[in-house]
T-cell receptor, first 113, second 113 residues
Framework: NAGVTQTPKFRVLKTGQSMTLLCAQDMNHEYMYWYRQDPGMGLRLIHY???????AKGEVPDGYNVSRLKKQNFLLGLESAAPSQTSVYFC????????????FGQGTRLTVV | DQQVKQNSPSLSVQEGRISILNCDYTNSMFDYFLWYKKYPAEGPTFLISISSIKDKNEDGRFTVFLNKSAKHLSLHIVPSQPGDSAVYFC????????????FGPGTRLSVLP
């Protein structure tokens, strides 16, 4: 029972490089989310999706893009990484939106130098 | 401006005693609340929830209390165990309005043997 799986777990990027974080869930959830966690800031929503083929901006979307071509996958892209994007990124999925709990992946620690 | 606040960054409690973690919110439209627990290098995991139609919800050693007039909720852990040492996040949403959850900054609980 995998739940939510994120790849990679760790990554170091140089400023200006691009990368894609992969998220896969096997629970047939409609809703998927990308968060970033920074010290003292809690979890802040970057982008989310309410179903296959849909995406929407969250609280801190600038510098990121997402795609949800398949229901089970949600991809987060950084086109031109900046040191301010150094963070721990979490993907999550849920059955409902604002009234059910979410299941989180184990996180991706990204460092931009 | 943070809509969900956890004003204690850290809390230390002796094993066997009660742990009380507090959370305050500013948005009166919030009607659904969750607590998550997070261990280092892992994703958050759901702990307990409460909706605005209740003022208390209990699950084993964990009880969440909601005071809507004060816009305050608290998580009680009785008795506290060393394995409870983790970061606890409070999250709130206007679920009936289809809104996403907003997370607090977290409180690090240390349960001392």
């Amino acid at each position: 029972n995998a739940g939510v799986t994120q790849t990679p777990k760790f990554r170091v990027l140089k400023t200006g490089q691009s990368m894609t974080l992969l998220c896969a869930q096997d629970m047939n959830h409609e809703y998927m989310y990308w968060y970033r966690q920074d010290p003292g800031m809690g979890l802040r929503l970057i982008h989310y999706s309410v179903g296959e083929g849909t995406t929407a901006k969250g609280e801190v979307p600038d510098g990121y893009n997402v795609s949800r071509l398949k229901k089970q996958n949600f991809l987060l892209g950084l086109e031109s990484a900046a040191p301010s994007q150094t963070s721990v990124y979490f993907c999550a999925s849920s059955y409902g939106r604002g009234d059910t709990e979410a299941f989180f992946g184990q996180g991706t620690r990204l460092t931009v130098v | 401006d943070q809509q969900v606040k956890q004003n204690s960054p850290s809390l230390s409690v002796q094993e066997g005693r009660i742990s009380i973690l507090n959370c305050d919110y500013t948005n009166s439209m919030f009607d659904y609340f969750l607590w998550y627990k997070k261990y280092p290098a892992e994703g958050p995991t759901f702990l307990i929830s409460i909706s605005s139609i209740k003022d208390k919800n209990e699950d084993g050693r964990f009880t969440v209390f909601l005071n809507k007039s004060a816009k305050h909720l608290s998580l009680h852990i009785v008795p506290s165990q060393p394995g409870d040492s983790a970061v606890y996040f409070c999250a709130a949403s206007a679920g009936n309005y289809g809104q996403n959850f907003v997370f607090g900054p977290g409180t690090r609980l240390s349960v001392l043997p």
